[in-house]
């Protein structure tokens, strides 16, 4: 088709790829920055190809681009004085995605921080599980000098059974229980540390990776990840629950029922506030509460702990606290205080906005020191990417321009695609896209 576009008069352009068919195929667009039209796609996002497409425009100044290194290496080639410019979006999500990931492998699903203790109701609900469990609480509460109705009254029982449990002698008390969920989370963690341990004693004795991989099976990934001094035993996704019906009501069914309240009273009440779910699913939801809390317990070795969904920690390096569901002011500096690190994380994060925003360009070296400094692998993967690629992150910082019309441009080209949906060649996509540009431009 008969070119739309001068060529010479083209100045600033944002670069992207967009899939043709996804995860075999891309293709690249250009933007014209001053026009904010599409005036070019290719089906192609090679270096080679790209920078051949790029020399077609002589006049290139400004080449705004994410921060691949096709897009780099193509600008470079085809325009070595054009000034290139590093997508903040894409520095932002990428850093943010880099603190996420670093959370995920050190953390698990619920992040145990000190707690103040909780309230005798709250202790009852949580430390009496089963008849065992019961006995054993009113025995240490008669200790701590509590009356047999006070314990009654904790319990939600006759002063008769709590009388009963505390003369029971103690061969007649049943003996501890598991279930299947945590007799097989144990025998899942007990068989992942031997095999830690493996490839750990396969390495000392001098073994190459290559090596392990031969002898034990596993993928190169997880030999690195089992080497690793704080490679986590306990499966990131354990205890972890999905967000469901009874999510909203979540806090309010553990006081209710710490208050005595009924499971059908409890449903009641909330299915009036909207809950569409079962009864049976609030009596799983607090046995699982209760494992948990009684599994916090048994680890924190005396010391009194609560925990915040990991979730919650992650939402943090985009938000502030305030926006955060889950987590109090009490909580977070708590937190903070448990585990320093995630302060410094927030803080660099917020940092770096400051450094783009106020166009701060000479403290990006600084910054980028304070993160090595941390020694997290995923922090330095990215700290890596700034440094090879700079200049360009810096005229990021410098300048305002950014890949925001080549983003929005992709869109255009997918419902494009849709709209043609098994009946288009590139060709065909390629000319309906230009064609379309043109007709806005001239009406």
Known sequence: MPEIVDKSSVRRICVDDFAI???????????????????????????????????????????SRDGAQTYASAAKNSHPDAVQVS?????????????????????????????????????????TRNQRERILFVRKKREEGYTVSDMALLLHASETTVKKYLSMPEEDIPAPRENVLERRHIEAVEKKQKEIDRVRRLYSEGNCIEAIIRLTG????????????????????????????????????????????????IHEHIKAKGYTGTEAAIRVFMQKERTHAKSVSSNSQGK??????????????????????GMTQEQYEAMLKEYPVLGQIYALIKEFYSIVFSHNEDGLGAW?????????????????????????????????????????????????????????SFALLRAKILLNEYYYQIN
Request: proline share 4%; with cysteine.
């Open 368 to 424: 980028m020191d304070k993160v090595t400094k941390l020694g997290i692998e995923e922090l330095d993967s990215y700290i890596n990417g700034l440094k090879a690629d700079e200049d360009a992150v810096k005229n990021a910082i410098r300048y305002e321009y950014n890949n925001g019309l080549a983003e929005g441009s992709v869109n255009k080209i997918k419902l494009a695609k849709r709209i043609m949906y098994g009946r288009n």
């Open 87 to 127: 997508d903040r979006f894409h520095l932002f999500k990428n850093l943010s995605d880099a603190a996420k990931e670093y959370i995920y492998r050190v953390f698990p699903s619920r992040v145990a921080i000190p707690s103040g203790g909780p309230s005798p109701e709250m202790e009852a609900l949580y430390d």
């Open 21 to 63: 068919r996804k995860r075999h195929t891309y293709g690249s667009v250009i933007v014209d920055i001053d026009t904010h039209r599409i005036i070019d796609i290719i089906d192609s996002r090679e270096t080679e190809k790209v920078a051949e497409w790029l020399k077609a425009y002589p006049n290139l100044e400004v080449i």
């Open 218 to 265: 596993h993928a190169r990934q997880t030999i690195k990840k089992y080497l690793k001094e704080d490679c986590p035993v306990v499966d990131g996704g354990y205890d972890c629950r999905m967000p469901g019906k009874l999510a909203p009501y979540e806090q309010e069914v553990v006081q209710m029922r710490a208050d005595g309240i009924s499971y059908p009273q």
């Open 304 to 325: 009194l702990k609560e925990c915040i969904a990991r979730k919650s920690v992650c939402q943090l390096i985009y938000q502030e606290l305030k926006d955060v569901k």
